[in-house]
């Protein structure tokens, strides 16, 4: 997740143009308010993408979970793998758990769809 976290964010604040840093640093404003009040503000909607993104890939991280966890400290997609078995696979439980997986996710996108597109065509024009 760090990778492309980084990647999204960089690029973002790249684009914010130095200029408005110099103007607040001959305003006398420290590097941690320009960050807050500047850098933040402008950089949101590339913030806001690498944290969907990033909740969405730790969401659903199947590998490092099934490996990683105890039996009583399951994930939610372990713990949807967790039904099948060697002579049945009920099919009914895997699709409601599911359901309730994909759930938080998509509840999570509508809410900040607006950053979402924001900050994914945040390169596409100039």
Same mark, same amino acid.
């Given at each position: 997740n760090l990778p492309i976290v980084v990647w999204i964010c960089a690029d973002q604040f790249k684009s914010v143009p130095v200029e408005l840093a110099e103007a607040a640093r001959l305003e006398g404003a420290s590097e941690f308010t320009i960050f807050w009040r500047l850098y933040? /503000?402008? &950089? !949101?909607? &590339? %913030? !806001?993408?690498? !944290?969907?993104f990033s @909740?969405? @890939?730790?969401?659903n991280e199947l590998l490092y979970a099934l490996v990683l966890t105890r039996s009583d400290t399951y #994930? $939610? /997609? %372990? $713990?949807? #793998?967790? @039904?099948m078995s060697g002579y049945e696979l009920p099919w009914g439980e895997i699709m409601a758990t599911g359901t309730m997986i994909v759930l938080p996710v998509i509840i999570f996108a509508m809410i900040v769809s607006r950053q979402l597109v924001r900050g994914l065509t945040m390169g596409a024009t100039k």
């Open positions: 933040l /503000p402008l &950089g !949101a909607p &590339g %913030v !806001a993408v690498s !944290a969907i @909740f969405i @890939f730790s969401w #994930t $939610a /997609p %372990v $713990a949807a #793998t967790s @039904f």
